[in-house]
């Protein structure tokens, strides 16, 4: 199912990050990937789910966009919050704060862009493993290209710096 697009909108409430993980997860496995790819895709966004419900201040709900292409999945969280995220590198005993720390380690990219008026759109983006067309994929599967890349965007340097080009999100705003 190549160059499918499924969007979400939740209330900007705790109890909504669960309800993102569902929706992710189970739109994933539609998709026909496997159970370590949709954990990892449930996992990112509900971590992006977390960081728009307890930052976005102000906002009444938030926006999960997930994007298939041929070459990549791409998960988008759209939330009315100003300021840009950044990844923080959280001491052994903190209890929250990584994140970030998550997305950029387990995502082949990811990264930020404003949304006018007040707004941002957060994405990730992990590499389709090779597998049949509409078939199931398996993770294990070496990816194909180079792991980074995807539409142009690079992956920023681990320095903690934020991605400010994103994939298209014509319709994150």
Request: aromatic letters at 6%; a positive charge; hydrophobic letters at 35%.
């Amino acid at each position: 199912m190549p160059n499918d697009e499924q969007t979400f909108q939740f209330p900007s409430a705790e109890e909504s990050v669960r309800e993102t993980r569902k929706r992710v997860r189970g739109t994933v496995r539609n998709w026909g990937f496997s159970d370590e790819f949709s954990d990892t895709a449930e996992l990112l966004a509900s971590e992006l789910a977390t960081n728009a419900v307890i930052h976005a201040v102000g906002g009444a709900s938030y926006r999960v966009i997930c994007a298939l292409s041929d070459a990549a999945l791409t998960v988008t969280v759209v939330d009315h919050g100003g300021g840009v995220p950044v990844v923080r590198h959280g001491s052994g005993t903190a209890t929250h704060g990584r994140g970030l720390f998550l997305v950029e380690t387990l995502a082949d990219d990811w990264g930020v862009r404003t949304v006018p008026p007040r707004g941002k759109a957060t994405y990730f983006v992990l590499s389709v493993p090779r597998g049949t067309a509409g078939g199931r994929h398996d993770l294990r599967e070496p990816h194909g290209g180079h792991a980074g890349h995807h539409a142009g965007v690079t992956r920023a340097a681990r320095s903690g710096g934020v991605r400010q080009s994103c994939p298209d999100l014509r319709r994150a705003g």
